[in-house]
């Protein structure tokens, strides 16, 4: 399975990460990020916004699909259990904060975007998901 200019498939996986943060920012407009590292809450903002594009759109990737079936039946099933996972956690978040749950909820979707850039053999997203999980998971226990 070959994508076009755009994977409507990661797209879908972005949308639904993005929907408990969502959630979490309209019920928590207060919060305020306690780490002072100026520099790694760069490296995770860089990084999140770069993996983020790099799910929908196949820049600097010659051929943009699955190498075989099992990577895109990877692809499906390991995404869709790293999302179960986190919504799972998220909601258990929201009732009980715990420093564990909030760096679950910062591991998986680096897991997410670490998986998908392998499968793909998308490499830039690979790079980026590296980055974004060292800030984010940085940045997370620095909050935590």
Known sequence: MEFGWLNIFGACIVVLMLVPNIIYAIGNKGEVNHC???LMNLVEQIGRYACIVLMW???MVWKFGFTSKIAMISYF???GLLLLIY???FFIFIKRKSRGRAL???IVPSCIFLLSGILLGHWLLVCFAVLFAFGHIYVTIQNN
Do not use: Q, S, Y
């Open 36 to 38: 002072t590292n100026k």
């Open 87 to 89: 919504w799972i956690v």
């Open 77 to 79: 099933w390991g995404n």
């Open 104 to 106: 679950v909820l910062a």
């Open 57 to 59: 759109f196949p820049l």
